[in-house]
Structures are given as C-alpha cells and as structure tokens.
C-alpha cells in the first residue's frame, strides 16, 4: 500500500534551534514535496525535488532548507527556528503527472 | 499572490441535500484539477479530478463541473452525509512539468443529521 511516512508527528522547538523534519515513502515516486498549512492559507509549497540529491524552491522557502538523499527520503530543515515557522507540515510524493499523496502531517510550535 | 480561490470559506448543508463548492483560478497555463478532503488531524486526500479538457468529472456521490472559459469548477456533493464533514480543498496544477499544485484556501463542510 502506497504510504508516506512522516516523523515526528509534532514537535515543540525553541525559537533560534535548529528543527529537521523528516519523509519516507514506499510509493518508488520520484516527486516529493514539502508544504505548509496554515488557518485560511491552504497549503503553501516550501521546496520539492524530483530526483535524489536535487532539490527545488517553492513558493515560500524562506527560512528553510530540504535535503533529498535518496528517492525515498526528503527532509525539511529550519536552520533558526522562528515564531513564525509554527504550522502544520505536510509531506507528499508522486510520480509525474499525477496528484500528490500526503502524509499525516507533523505539527510544529516554536515557542 | 492567490492564484487558486475557493468559496465559500465554511458551509453547512443538511443531510442528505446537495453541498456545492465552488472555485476559480487566474492562471490559463492550469490544465489540471485535484480536489482534496481533509479531516481534522489527517493530511489531505485525494478526492476526485478534473482536466481541462473535460468538462464535467463524476464519481459517485461527487461531481467536478468545469467551465474553462469562465476559470471557473465546483464541486458537487449529492445526498450529503455527516461522513463527508471535512476540509475540500480545490487545487491547480500547470503545463510547466514541475508536478508543482497551487491550492485555495479550502472550504469547510458540516453536514448537519
């Protein structure tokens, strides 16, 4: 069954720390995203990659870094965690031309 | 930049009436159409889509109407359920190749027993 795995599933950080969060699919997609939800925004796209060791901005990645060390794991990094960054991130994968499967999020509060 | 808009932003429908969601785009270059349910605690799923060549997309209880002229599609939700009580998100997807989505805001749904 096709499945994208999120890790942590939330995670309280302090502002100015460093955050990773991390994505495994067992889908063999060669798309994976990262996105941002917030109240009234929908989801906004952070960074995605189509091919391991390559990564992609997005339309808001300010603040963020992704790693893709492989076609089955993406990572979202916060280098200096801000108030601001406290949202609800999804990860998803595809293959070309196909609608994006979605993890179940990691909720993340910098305090 | 919201490129992607949905309306309205909350909507309660009794069970079993038909719940309409409704979207628009400013993009031409968007040839594809995904719409997502969420539910609280969950991360979206893919519900049903449309692409701009069609003009109408149907699976069961839901159905996507699309007018391409007008930039604009709604979702149609018959014989609304409390189960479909959720989060529908409208997405965008263009020619570019990225595989990239653009998503509105999204609607909630109630549906009332």
């Known amino acids: 069954e096709a499945a994208v795995t999120q890790s942590p599933r939330s995670k309280v950080a302090v502002t100015g720390g460093k955050v990773t969060l991390s994505c495994h699919q067992t889908n063999n997609h060669d798309y994976m995203y990262w996105y941002r939800q917030d109240t009234g925004h929908g989801l906004r796209l952070i960074h995605y990659?189509?091919?391991?060791?390559?990564?992609e901005k997005g339309d808001i990645p300010d603040g963020y870094k992704a790693s893709r060390p492989s076609q089955e794991n993406f990572s979202l990094i916060l280098e200096l965690a801000s108030l601001s960054q406290t949202a609800v991130y999804f990860c998803?994968?595809?293959?070309?031309?196909?609608?994006?499967?979605f993890g179940e999020g990691t909720r993340l509060s910098v305090l | 930049q919201q490129q992607v808009r949905q309306s309205p932003q909350s909507l309660t429908v009794w069970e079993g009436e038909t719940a309409i969601l409704n979207c628009s785009y400013e993009?031409?270059?968007?040839?594809?159409f995904p719409w997502y349910q969420q539910f609280p605690g969950e991360g979206p799923a893919l519900l049903i889509s449309i692409r701009s060549v069609s003009d109408k997309k149907e699976d069961g209880r839901f159905t996507i109407f699309f007018n391409k002229r007008e930039k604009k599609l709604s979702l149609h939700i018959t014989d609304s359920q409390p189960g479909d009580s959720a989060t529908y998100f409208c997405?965008?997807?263009?020619?570019?190749?990225?595989?990239?989505?653009?998503f509105g805001q999204g609607t909630v749904l109630s549906v009332i027993p």
């Open positions: 998803a994968s595809s293959s070309i031309n196909q609608a994006p499967l």
């Open positions: 993009d031409s270059t968007f040839n594809y």
């Open positions: 997405a965008a997807r263009d020619t570019g190749g990225n595989n990239k989505l653009t």
């Open positions: 990659s189509y091919v391991a060791d390559s990564t």
